[in-house]
């Protein structure tokens, strides 16, 4: 049994954006949506957002475009920007707002991914983050020098390994390491670096890193697997808590409850990690239109193509021939696994299992395909006036389920515009909400301590440098 | 090949000389951050430079700490800070991921409009393997292989996809074409490729590629090439060298080491005060009017020159402040326009997709 969270009536409500998911959330046939890879796209979603004085601006990642029964997924939003050379760039038009780079700790080499994520938080000036990923499989390592190297249950043993290894390169020059004057002996002093050498089960690393200190000492660390692994992970190493749990309080309270356990366990203050759940917004003048428009947006997420694709995917079939209008097919799902190894956006449990659970709600609710795909919909969403949400944001986050929220638009690059326009204020009449930065870093906007390696005492195989 | 003389410039550090931080205008404590690199990329666009390198390794050169930070990042910060000039980041095929790579200079590209290079590196980098933990080729001729497959590689990954692959068809719900989009299939000595490349194709389609001149054979120059570096102590073999390398069917482009006379010291004074150093490239030391005559006389014996600062903060002043304002008035040299993708800056044609040509022959 855990602890109940202890509510906090002050707390502020912290908000990001997540820009964007390869998935049918974003609404790219509709009238206002536009590029997904122009510059300007990019520009416009992090000038709105630090207008709305957001704490961060979140780009995902994903090493192998998706797949459905082996050809590429082409449904959906395809093709991203590298996430650091991505945010570089909008470093150089943003002041406050904090840059978050999703990065695979499995296919990347340690040294070259710490130099990188690094240099992304000298040049923000101390406003980069770095949202951990892992994969294991093979068909993503098929793009990379070592293949499929990675066990399974070695995931977050090797991510492990690679953070505490990026940790020990930020640490590696010491804050005088640059000299001051234009007589100084050196530019820099010889004993301001020390040389990173690091061991590990899956890495090797033996490197005098290039890099100097930044202002916030080390990039904020995110992370968002759900399972147990990932959550004692993300208790033992990061700040931040990329969760799917925000739409149900009891969900939400719960699943707080569980990671201020593990981080007491894992020998951290009980708040030393943040929790922001990724949800979607849908704001209208009333509760009532507020509802409507949802129903129109899932309508326009779920179209008759990608009804048929994630029932093909429940069922393990190409069922890519059916009438998403008509009736369920009679052929069972297939008995295999879910494969999850193909940028799927789900999949876990018994398929054949799954598949009757849908026939059967179809069948008693005389629900056609795509009415029914749209029923299954996970509803994440926050919907209602912007007074209606602002409240409902503020209790959970004063309840202590959550620190804030990380916002998907449906609508690129527009799709922030009324959160920042009517939402925002609201958060603000509420006594919730900043009205304007009071920290330049993204670790001051979180209110985050120092980084782990940078305390006294830290953990037993932490070494603070003199 | 151009009637201009296209002009680049290498922009990292405080410049060429290892001592130049001494005259720099500020410390090396404050080189680092946002605000130096606003100055270098704001400095190098206004002095009207076609290009500037971004020379960067992912270790220090020897065993004395260096302060550098990854290159392809410093050249997408400043990429939009500025809107004609180019920027050519320096990567060791050995030290990357070839797929990785591929989605940065595409990316670079993107967020660039058009103005992404890459700056094909191989320095020793001893160390490299033990800073990776895995293997490196270490003998010439690996090395050299690393290079070619690495490029290769990467080109092949930015035709992955179509220029018109996304194609938003409302009716059928399709977000792409799939079959614009395809598997590379590389195989190389030291790694495999599945692809598709996760970044659409760049606006460039690929963006240019600049590689020194020693890394490929030259028959290994076409299709990989773009621009060949020339850097040679005698400037009259270096011309000559620039010769060879045009009938390759690359642009040649010159490396220049330039230490100006400045309002406060002649360039012998600058360089008595610096301290000897050794270069393996030509230089030019001396007052404006004499470089304005060399780069106007190099004018159709090479395409291009790669000017390398002594000192960034002395030097770049008087050549944005002088010398290219007197070649642009003689029509020698002119700054990129706006709205430009570097090929077209530079005279290179827009390259067909490989898969296009694959599919047509």
Do not use: E, I
């Given at each position: 049994m855990t602890a109940p969270v202890p509510p906090r009536p002050d707390a502020q409500v912290h908000l990001g954006v997540f820009f964007q998911g390869v998935n049918h959330h974003t609404v790219w046939s509709d009238a206002e949506s536009g590029s997904q890879i122009d510059p300007l796209s990019f520009e416009r979603v992090v000038r709105t957002a630090e207008r709305g004085l957001f704490d961060a601006f979140f780009l995902g990642e994903g090493l192998r475009l998706r797949e459905t029964h082996g050809r590429l997924h082409d449904l959906d939003v395809v093709g991203r920007p590298d996430a650091l050379t991505e945010l570089a760039s909008l470093a150089a038009i943003t002041s406050r707002i904090g840059l978050v780079a999703t990065q695979n700790a499995t296919y990347n080499d340690p040294a070259d991914l710490a130099r990188r994520l690094a240099t992304l938080d000298v040049l923000s000036g101390g406003r980069a983050a770095w949202n951990v990923v892992t994969t294991d499989n093979a068909w993503t390592g098929?793009?990379?020098?070592?293949?499929?190297?990675?066990?399974h249950t070695d995931r977050y043993v090797r991510a492990e390994e690679v953070v505490r290894t990026a940790q020990a390169i930020w640490d590696s020059?010491?804050?005088?390491?640059?000299?001051?004057?234009?007589?100084?002996?050196?530019?820099?002093?010889?004993?301001?670096v020390r040389r990173v050498v690091r061991e590990g089960a899956t890495l090797a690393v033996d490197v005098l890193p290039t890099v100097p200190r930044s202002p916030q000492q080390h990039p904020v660390l995110f992370q968002a697997g759900d399972s147990p692994d990932g959550r004692t992970f993300a208790a033992r190493n990061v700040d931040v808590i990329f969760s799917a749990?925000?739409?149900?309080l009891d969900d939400a309270l719960a699943f707080a409850a569980d990671v201020r356990a593990r981080t007491v366990a894992a020998?951290?203050?009980?708040?030393?990690v943040k929790i922001l759940p990724g949800i979607s917004i849908v704001l209208a003048d009333t509760d009532a239109e507020a509802e409507e428009k949802r129903r129109w947006l899932t309508r326009a997420q779920v179209t008759g193509a990608t009804a048929l694709s994630l029932l093909g995917h429940v069922w393990g079939r190409d069922l890519s021939h059916l009438d998403p209008d008509g009736p369920l097919p009679p052929v069972d799902a297939a008995d295999s696994a879910f494969d999850g190894s193909r940028g799927a956006a789900f999949g876990r449990g018994d398929r054949r299992a799954l598949a009757q659970q849908w026939r059967d709600r179809a069948e008693a609710e005389g629900l056609t395909i795509r009415e029914l795909v749209i029923a299954q919909e996970r509803r994440s969403a926050f919907v209602g006036s912007p007074a209606t949400v602002a409240d409902r944001m503020v209790r959970f986050v004063r309840s202590g389920a959550v620190d804030g929220f990380n916002i998907s638009p449906w609508i690129v690059p527009d799709g922030l515009e009324d959160v920042v326009e009517l939402l925002v204020p609201e958060l603000q009449d509420r006594g919730a909400y900043r009205t304007a930065y009071t920290g330049t870093t993204l670790r001051e906007h979180l209110g985050l301590r120092a980084p782990l390696t940078r305390r006294a005492p830290a953990r037993p195989d932490a070494r603070v440098p003199a | 090949m151009t009637d201009h003389l296209s002009l680049a410039v290498e922009i990292d550090g405080s410049g060429r000389h290892p001592e130049s931080w001494r005259r720099s205008s500020r410390t090396p404590a404050e080189s680092v951050g946002p605000r130096r690199w606003t100055r270098a990329a704001r400095g190098a666009e206004n002095a009207g430079f076609a290009l500037a390198t971004v020379s960067d390794a992912p270790l220090p050169s020897g065993q004395v700490p260096q302060p550098r930070l990854d290159a392809v990042l410093r050249a997408s910060f400043a990429s939009n800070l500025t809107s004609r000039i180019g920027w050519a980041p320096q990567v060791h095929p050995r030290a990357v991921e070839p797929f990785h790579l591929a989605a940065q200079l595409a990316s670079l590209d993107h967020a660039s409009r058009g103005r992404a290079a890459w700056l094909v590196g191989d320095d020793d980098l001893p160390g490299l393997a033990a800073a990776l933990g895995r293997d490196v080729p270490t003998a010439p001729e690996a090395r050299r292989r690393e290079v070619v497959q690495v490029i290769d590689a990467v080109r092949r990954l930015w035709d992955s996809w179509d220029d018109d692959a996304v194609v938003k068809d409302v009716a059928t719900g399709r977000y792409i074409d799939a079959d614009r989009v395809r598997y590379t299939d590389v195989e190389a000595d030291t790694f495999t490729i599945r692809g598709a490349l996760i970044t659409p194709r760049p606006p460039q389609g690929q963006p240019v590629v600049l590689v020194p001149d020693g890394l490929l054979r030259d028959e290994e120059v076409?299709?990989?090439?773009d621009v060949v570096l020339v850097g040679h102590p005698d400037l009259g073999a270096g011309v000559a060298r620039a010769a060879d390398v045009r009938r390759l069917g690359a642009l040649a482009f010159l490396d220049l080491r330039v230490t100006l006379d400045t309002p406060g010291a002649t360039s012998a004074e600058r360089l008595l005060a610096l301290g000897a150093d050794h270069d393996d490239v030509a230089s030019y030391d001396g007052d404006v009017a004499g470089l304005v005559a060399l780069l106007t006389s190099l004018r159709g014996e090479v395409d291009g020159v790669r000017l390398l600062p002594t000192v960034l903060d002395e030097d770049l002043p008087v050549l944005a402040g002088h010398v290219l304002p007197a070649l642009s008035l003689a029509r020698v040299a002119h700054p990129p326009r706006p709205a430009t993708h570097l090929r077209t800056t530079l005279g290179l044609p827009r390259p067909a997709n490989r898969f296009d040509q694959e599919v047509a022959s």
């Open positions: 098929a793009n990379f020098r070592r293949g499929g190297y990675l066990d020059w010491s804050d005088d390491a640059l000299a001051t004057s234009h007589d100084a002996p050196h530019a820099v002093a010889p004993d301001g749990h925000g739409s149900d020998g951290r203050p009980a708040d030393d | 076409p299709g990989r090439a």
